[in-house]
């Protein structure tokens, strides 16, 4: 059954030259990296966006989150490609007959199951995110986290079973090479140059998002960075988190309380009236892209001194947001006192447009965009 | 190379310590789903996980590789590999592209989100897709012009004429209907040859006369005397370059595989080639250099000269590439048989119009 299938499959010249060892091994390789800078990128994002108590994510330096995160999506994008041509090249391996020989054949095939359904599953809800695309029953964040450790382990087991094939398949032949084998090493790098090719393709085509030089390249990325008021997108509107009134209301206060000696309440006259600071910060969306402003505005640690709160203290940013998640954010101890952690009241020396959270909101080196609460009006220390 | 027909198990301590590593981090991953019933809805994940891998093997799969045998596969040689990377990458980014495409995250409130025209945007990454394919296509075609651009083809033929041409023919033929055939298919290779994807010189290597029958552009080079390795040894040595010289009994030849083989000779490493015939002999063979010990003491016209051939391109360590195996005319029965392999050829109809004379059925062409 092998051997038709193989036959059907490969280029009528050459049956199974392409559904070879080496080429797997080699897409494999490429992929196993791909998937692991993923994995390792992402759950960094996960950790700093819930972190359990043993993790203190540092706020220097201030750009290391913007890389991290536009790796994690630029690599899953680079993935979709090799992921593909990879199932393609082993897809032959399906019909092999018997389908195991013993347990530890059993356990090895049982293990593709995980492997594949969850890099297909991790790659497609990862573009889904990206576009804002939810058409699923369950929270994004869950299961791509979840499904990426079952992802990751089975690949792990993998990368166990495959390990002496893979060498072999690597290994230089011991024979002389023959015209024969030379026309094989042709085809096969012609197929990996068409699979890395489009891997770049892709990468081309939306990396433009958070590299500036390449906007205008980025044709399949949902967002162009220097698209939208003030010159950089918006990912919440302020008609969707329901705050149209309440940011523009004259009663607005802003309050600093929770621990401190002297609780403050301020209205914007007297926050702009405070010492100033700039600093010019990213903002890296955890959907991939990114751009950076120069940022005026008051440094949350002047305000936690004007409090009297302690000089170790948290806190906790509260927005007026209505409407959907990430309606508060947590500085740690090294946030809250970085000297560019700012409550900013200007971008480009323009006071902030709504959409971008007027009249104040939280910009800090080295955070995630969806941590950059917009519309403050608290400051609460722990 | 592939493990076609063998069936292999994981085995070696790298197994285990991958099973015994990776089962935690995946147990770990389910129980953050089944902590989190409420976000992780286990058994919709489930369906979704175990449905990508289903929907990938019995549909993506299977479609990438009927697209792979109808359309692909059946592309000649330079442009297989551009087509192929071409078609694959436009699939990515049409996929890459489709949610945008769709419009699923556009939003009423936030027009930072899909900023562009998105029909037009896939439609420009499609196109430069495909103008990459192009440019890789004319360089690849470049590069074997180049390299294929020395590289002589000759037949090896005789003028056709009554009496000597094809004798094994008759019966059932007559003797002018065994030149007939002869000189058709002799017109069949030249044609052939002539609109061959190479771009070097072509040339008859004659005994006899040219006829009408000699395209224009192909320079007559007379065949030498003594055996038919004497007179290949002479005709490589007046074409005094890298030759490809194939024989007049193969109407079915393409221009493809003409195209393949001084290819195959113009790659670096590639030393001679080699078409071995299904009666032992061959009806090709092409040499980098001419080298008259190539043909000493290989018996001619016999069953195993194309073995004797071949182990001798290997004696004198000449790397040999083997072209694809043909069915040559000797008998009548081989006649029909290839006949049936070019049905449209100038030798079919003269096969054709004998075996209708003579009643001699026609029979399939697979032997």
Known sequence: ?382 | MSTRGEVRAPSGWQFWAGLAAGIPVMAFGVGWVLGHPGRGKPVELAKWVVGADLLHDAVLAPVACLVGVLVVARLPGTVRAPVRAGLFTSAIVFAVGYPALRGFGRNPTNPTELPLDYATAVATALGVVWVLVGLWWAVAVWTTRRSTRSVALAVIAKAPRPGSSKTRLCPPCTPDEAAGVAQAALEDTLSVMATAPVAGSRAAVLEGEPGSWLPDDFAVVPQGAGDLGDRLAGAFAALDGPAVVIAMDTPQVTGELLGSAVEALGRPGTDAVLGLTDDGGYWAIGLRRPDRRVFEGVPMSSPDTGAAQLERLHDLGLATALLPRLRDVDTFADAIAVAAEAPRSRFATAVERVAARTGTRKRSGRA
């Open chain 1, 1 to 382: 059954m092998t051997e038709v299938v193989q036959r059907a499959l490969g280029p009528a010249a050459s049956p199974s030259r392409l559904h070879s060892e080496r080429i797997a091994a080699i897409l494999g390789i490429a992929l196993g990296i791909a998937f692991i800078t993923c994995f390792v990128t992402g759950v960094e994002s996960h950790l700093i966006q819930d972190p359990p108590g043993w993790f203190l994510w540092t706020s220097r330096p201030a750009g290391l989150y913007r890389v991290t995160q536009s790796v994690h999506v630029a690599t899953g994008l680079a993935s979709i490609p090799l992921l593909f041509a990879k199932l393609w090249v082993v897809y032959p391996k399906l019909f092999e007959w018997p389908p195991f020989t013993n347990v530890a054949h059993f356990l090895e095939r049982a293990s593709l199951v995980p492997l594949i359904g969850g890099g297909i599953f991790e790659v497609f809800t990862g573009l889904a995110n990206i576009n804002q695309w939810y058409p699923w029953p369950f929270n994004f964040r869950t299961v791509h986290f979840a499904v990426a450790w079952i992802t990751i382990g089975a690949l792990i087991v993998h990368i166990g079973a495959k390990w002496a094939v893979t060498r072999r398949a690597l290994s230089r032949p011991d024979e002389p090479p023959t015209p024969e084998s030379k026309e094989e090493a042709l085809d096969r790098r012609r197929f990996l140059l068409g699979v890395f090719g489009a891997s770049g393709v892709v990468t081309l085509f939306t990396v433009g998002q958070t590299v500036r030089p390449l906007e205008r390249l980025a044709l399949l990325a949902p967002r162009r960075p220097s698209v939208g008021p003030q010159g950089f997108p918006v990912n919440r509107s302020a008609a969707e988190a329901g705050v149209l009134e309440l940011a523009r209301d004259p009663g607005y206060r802003f309050t600093v309380e929770g621990k401190v000696g002297r609780p403050l309440e301020l209205t914007l006259g007297q926050l702009r009236a405070l010492p100033q600071h700039e600093a010019t910060l990213p903002i890296q969306c955890v959907e991939g892209w990114s751009t950076s402003q120069r940022w005026r505005g008051v440094r949350v640690r002047d305000l936690l001194e004007m409090a009297g709160a302690d000089d170790d203290a948290r806190a906790q940013v509260v927005s007026l947001q209505r409407r959907g998640a990430f309606d508060t954010s947590d500085l740690n101890r090294w946030h809250a006192h970085d000297r560019d952690t700012l409550l900013a009241l200007e971008v480009d020396g323009e006071p902030l447009h709504l959409d971008h959270g007027f009249p104040l909101r939280l910009i800090g080196p080295n955070r995630p965009g969806v941590m950059q609460t917009k519309w403050v009006t608290r400051l609460v220390v722990s």
